[in-house]
C-alpha cells in the first residue's frame, strides 16, 4: 500500500483534508460519508468453477474470484490411526467420534492467492490482502468444517482472486465482496458414500448443495465482508477512493460476518434478523504518511522574492514546536487513539447501517 | 521401472518421531494471575563494534583491535535481543528474538525520492524456530508479520528527519513458543503469531532506540486474549496469552502502543467473541493495552540501564 504514490501536490492534500474534515465531509466525488460507490455484480460465470463472481466498481476496477475444490487425502502429521486412537484415550469418555473428528479441520484447507496487476503475487502488500481475506474466512472455524468430507478425505479448496484493472484505489473492499459472493455461488458435489469409505459423488451438477445453505436453520453464518473505513479530522469515511485514503490520518480494515439467527425463521423475514458479528480488524498503514509536506508561504523564498531573516527564524521555531498550520499539509505523525478506533467500529456494527446496506444490495445478486 | 542402482529412501513421506511427554494437566497450565504478563527474561541492546569503541575509550583501556578481530559482531547501528521467559511447566520454551537495525543510510541512485526516510522490515523465522521447519523463503505468515510491524513502527518514527535515507529493520525468531504439545493441540499457532508479532514490535522498538533514530515515543507490543476455561462456559480474558496453558482460544487482540501519546499505531484482532455481552470488543483492545503499558515499563528500565553501562 506504501508504494501507491499519489499525484498530488501539498497543497491539493491539505485542501482535501479540510474538506473531509468538514461536517458533514465534503468528498471529492460528492458521496455522503457512509456511501458506497455503485457498483455492479454477476455470480457463476465461470463454468469451469464451483463457483465464481465478477464485481465492477463505478470507477473501473472490476475483480474475478474463481472457487475450485479438490479432494485431498488427509494426512495426520502425528501418525495416522496411532494419533486417533491417542485421542481417544486421551478424550476419555469418547463420546462423539465425528465432533472429535471434525475438530481437526484445519484452516490449510483453504488456498488464497490475489493477484494485482503490476504488483508481484509474492509483494508484502499482496500477501498482507491475501491474509486478511483469509483470517475473515477462517476466524469464526466454521469455514473449515464445511471442508471436512470424513475422517480420511477432506476439500482443498483454491480461491483465486484476479483484479483485471490496475489498482486504482486500495481494493481491499472490491476483492472481499467478491470474495463473498463467488462462495455464496459455490457448489460441492453430493456426496453419495457414507462414513469412511473413499467418497463417491452424485454427478449430478443440480443436485449439489451449496457451501453456505440459503433456507432453513442450516443457513447459519455466512462469508465475511471486509470494509475499508479511514478516519479524517473528526469524520469517518467508508470505502475510500484514492485521494481520500492520501489523506486519511488511520485507516482500518473491518472483517464482519452476519449470523442468521433462528427468531429470523419464524417471522419469514430475513432481513431483520440479521446478527453481525465482528470476526477480525487490521490497520492498515495509509500512504498519507509518505506524501510530501508543505511549506509555509512566510518560510519559502521563492514566493517572497527576498531573505528575511525573521521570517526564517519564525519557521524554525515552527518546526520545533510542530505546531500544524492552517492550510500547511503535514504527514500524520504517530499513531491513533483508541477512541476514533472505535468510533470506527461502532459506525461500522451499526443496525441498519452500512454493513447492512452492502449485505442486502448483496442479496439482490442472482446466484447462479 | 524401479531404480535399483541406487539405495533409495522410503517410498512416502516419512513422519517425525513424536513422544508423549506426560499429560497436559491442570497444574502445569495456568499459574499466573490473569493479569499478569511475563517477565521479559532479558532484552539490551546488543553492543555493536560502535558502542564497544566508546566502552573502551572511555574506560581507556584501548583494546579496540580485539573486539574488532571478532568481526562477529554486526556492523549494525543498533540492535537488541529479547528474551520472554518460558511458560510455567518443565517442558517450555520461551521465545527468543533478535532485531538489528540498519541504517539511515542513502538510498541506492536508482531509488525514487523521498522525502522521508524509508522504512523496510524483514521478520523471518529461523528454520529451527518451530516444530515445522520454515524454509530460507520467507512465507506468507512471515511477510504479513513484517506488513504488521512496518505499519507498528511507522507511526512512531520521525521520518521526516531523514529524507533521501532508508532504514532496514530485520527481526529473527529464534526459537518460537512451540513445543511438542503445539502439534499435539492443533489449532494453537495461529494464535501464538500474535504473540510473535507482540514480541517483534517490542524488540524492534529497543533496537530503534540503540541505533537513535528519533521515535515520537518507544512502541511496546501487548497482547490479550479472550478464553474459555476447561468446562467451555466461562470466559475470561489474559494479557500475554500462552494458547497451550488454556482450554482454547476464542479471540485474541495485539497492539502497538505509544504509552505517552496514549495512541495506537497497530491494532489487529481475530477471533470470535461470544454473543453475550460481558465482553466486547473495547474490553480485549484496553486489556491489550494494559499489556503494552507493562511491557513499555520493562524495556524503559532495560535501555535506561543500557545506556548507563555505555557512560559509566
Known amino acids: 500500500m506504501a508504494n501507491q504514490q499519489t499525484l498530488l501536490s501539498p497543497a491539493e492534500l491539505a485542501y482535501l483534508h479540510t474538506s473531509l474534515s468538514l461536517s458533514p465531509p465534503i468528498r471529492p466525488d460528492g458521496r455522503t460519508s457512509k456511501q458506497f460507490r455503485p457498483l455492479t455484480a454477476e455470480t457463476g460465470i465461470l ?11 463505478a470507477d473501473g476496477t472490476e475483480a474475478i474470484v474463481g472457487v475450485k475444490a479438490e479432494i485431498e487425502k488427509t494426512v495426520d502429521l502425528l501418525g495416522g490411526e496411532h494419533y486417533q486412537e491417542y485421542v481417544k484415550s486421551a478424550s476419555g469418555a469418547g463420546g462423539g467420534d465425528a465432533e472429535e473428528d471434525r475438530r481437526q479441520a484445519r484452516g490449510e484447507w483453504l488456498e488464497m492467492t490475489v493477484e494485482i496487476p503490476g504488483l508481484r503475487d509474492d509483494d508484502a502488500g499482496t500477501v498482507f490482502l491475501a491474509e486478511l481475506l483469509r483470517e475473515a474466512l477462517l476466524a469464526d472455524g466454521e469455514f473449515a468444517k464445511k471442508l471436512w468430507i470424513n475422517r480420511r478425505f477432506h476439500w482443498r479448496l483454491y480461491l483465486d482472486i484476479i483484479l483485471i484493472s490496475p489498482p486504482l484505489s486500495y481494493p481491499l473492499p472490491l476483492l472481499s465482496l467478491t470474495t463473498h459472493l463467488a462462495l455464496l455461488s459455490t457448489r460441492l458435489p453430493r456426496l453419495k458414500s457414507e462414513g469412511d469409505e473413499d467418497p463417491m459423488f452424485d454427478d449430478d451438477w443440480e ?7 440459503r433456507q ?3 443457513a447459519g453464518s455466512r462469508p465475511p465482508i471486509t470494509l475499508l473505513v479511514v478516519a479524517v479530522g473528526d469524520s469517518i469515511l467508508f470505502d475510500p477512493s484514492k485521494e481520500e485514503l492520501a489523506v486519511a490520518d488511520s485507516a482500518l480494515a473491518v472483517s464482519l460476518c452476519e449470523v442468521r439467527t433462528q427468531k429470523a425463521d419464524e417471522s419469514m423475514e430475513v432481513d431483520s434478523g440479521r446478527e453481525l458479528r465482528l470476526v ?9 504518511r509518505l506524501t510530501p509536506p508543505g511549506v509555509p508561504s512566510t518560510g519559502n523564498l521563492a514566493a517572497s522574492g527576498t531573505f528575511d531573516p525573521s521570517s526564517q527564524k519564525k519557521q524554525q521555531q515552527q518546526r520545533v514546536e510542530e505546531f500544524p498550520q492552517e492550510g500547511v499539509w503535514k504527514a500524520p505523525l504517530g499513531g491513533t487513539r483508541f477512541a476514533v478506533l472505535d468510533s470506527i467500529i461502532q459506525a461500522v456494527l451499526e443496525k441498519g447501517g452500512v454493513a447492512d446496506e452492502v449485505l442486502d444490495g448483496l442479496e439482490g445478486v442472482d446466484l447462479s | 521401472m524401479a531404480d535399483r542402482r541406487r539405495v533409495n529412501g522410503p517410498g512416502s513421506s516419512t513422519l517425525p518421531p513424536v513422544y508423549d511427554d506426560g499429560e497436559l494437566n491442570a497444574a502445569s497450565r495456568r499459574q499466573r494471575a490473569p493479569d499478569a504478563i511475563r517477565p521479559l527474561c ?5 553492543p555493536t563494534i560502535c558502542s564497544y569503541m566508546s566502552y573502551h575509550e572511555n574506560l581507556e583501556t584501548k583494546t579496540l583491535r580485539l573486539d574488532l578481530k571478532t568481526g562477529v559482531t554486526p556492523s549494525a547501528s543498533g540492535s537488541a535481543y529479547l528474551e520472554i521467559e518460558p511458560r510455567e511447566g518443565e517442558h517450555g520454551s520461551g521465545m527468543k528474538l533478535t532485531c538489528t537495525v540498519h541504517g539511515p543510510r542513502s538510498l541506492p541512485r536508482s531509488a525514487p525520492f523521498s522525502p522521508y526516510m524509508v522504512l523496510s522490515t524483514h521478520v523471518k523465522f529461523a528454520p529451527f524456530a518451530t516444530k515445522q521447519r520454515r524454509g530460507y523463503l520467507r512465507d506468507s505468515s512471515e511477510k504479513d508479520l513484517s506488513t504488521h510491524l512496518e505499519t507498528a513502527l511507522r507511526g512512531a518514527l ?5 529524507p533521501k535515507s532508508g532504514v532496514d529493520i530485520v527481526v529473527t525468531i529464534i526459537e518460537g513458543e512451540s513445543t511438542r504439545q503445539d502439534a499435539v493441540e492443533r489449532r494453537v ?6 504473540n510473535v508479532l507482540g514480541g517483534c514490535i517490542t524488540v524492534a522498538s529497543a533496537a530503534i532506540a540503540d541505533a537513535g533514530i528519533d521515535c515520537v515515543d518507544t512502541v511496546s507490543g501487548g ?13 475470561s480474558i489474559v494479557l500475554d496469552p500462552v494458547a497451550l496453558e488454556h482450554e482454547s482460544v476464542m479471540a485474541a487482540c495485539c497492539v502497538a502502543y505509544l504509552p505517552n501519546r496514549d495512541e495506537v499505531t497497530n491494532l489487529w484482532f481475530k477471533g470470535q467473541l461470544p454473543l453475550s455481552a460481558s465482553y466486547n470488543h473495547q474490553s480485549l483492545v484496553s486489556r491489550a493495552v494494559q499489556a503494552s503499558r507493562g511491557t513499555h515499563g520493562l524495556i524503559s528500565a532495560s535501555l535506561s540501564e543500557a545506556i548507563g553501562s555505555t557512560q559509566n
Open chain 1, 47 to 57: 463454468p469451469g468453477t464451483n463457483g465464481s463472481a465478477r464485481v465492477c466498481l
Open chain 1, 207 to 213: 443436485a449439489s448443495p451449496f457451501l453456505y445453505p
Open chain 1, 216 to 218: 432453513g436453520a442450516a
Open chain 1, 280 to 288: 477480525s480488524m487490521r490497520t492498515v498503514d495509509p500512504p498519507s
Open chain 2, 42 to 46: 532479558e532484552t539490551k541492546p546488543i
Open chain 2, 158 to 162: 520521525i521520518a521526516d528527519r531523514w
Open chain 2, 189 to 194: 499457532e495461529e494464535w501464538d503469531v500474535m
Open chain 2, 223 to 235: 497482547v490479550a486474549a479472550l478464553v474459555a476455561s476447561k468446562d467451555g462456559n466461562d470466559a
